[in-house]
C-alpha cells in the first residue's frame, strides 16, 4: 500500500513539474506577444499620423463687384417707384 502511495505522489509531482513548465512557456509567449503587439500598435500610429493629409493654402480668387450690381435699397426704391405707377409684376 506504501509502495502505491509513493508512486501516486511521484506521479502527481510530476504532472505538477509539467504543467509549471507549461505556465511559464505560456507566460514568456505572452509577453513576446504583447511586446509584438506594442510594436504594430506604434507602427500602426506613426503610419496614420504620417498620412494625415497636410492643410496647404489655397488661392481662391475674389468676386469682383458686378457692373450691374445694385444695392438692396436700389431695389426697393425701384419697387416702390414701380408700385406708384400702377406695375404689379416685374418680369425677368
Request: proline letters at 1%; zero cysteines.
Amino acid at each position: 500500500m506504501n509502495g502505491l502511495v509513493n508512486s501516486t505522489t511521484k506521479k502527481l509531482v510530476e504532472r505538477d513539474k509539467t504543467l509549471e513548465d507549461m505556465v511559464l512557456a505560456m507566460k514568456k509567449e505572452i509577453e513576446e506577444l504583447k511586446g509584438e503587439l506594442t510594436i504594430y500598435k506604434i507602427a500602426l500610429n506613426n503610419e496614420m499620423l504620417s498620412s494625415r493629409s497636410k492643410q496647404q493654402a489655397i488661392d481662391v480668387p475674389k468676386l469682383e463687384k458686378s457692373k450691374d450690381a445694385r444695392s438692396a435699397r436700389e431695389v426697393d426704391n425701384f419697387l416702390s417707384t414701380d408700385e406708384k405707377h400702377g406695375g404689379n409684376t416685374i418680369e425677368t
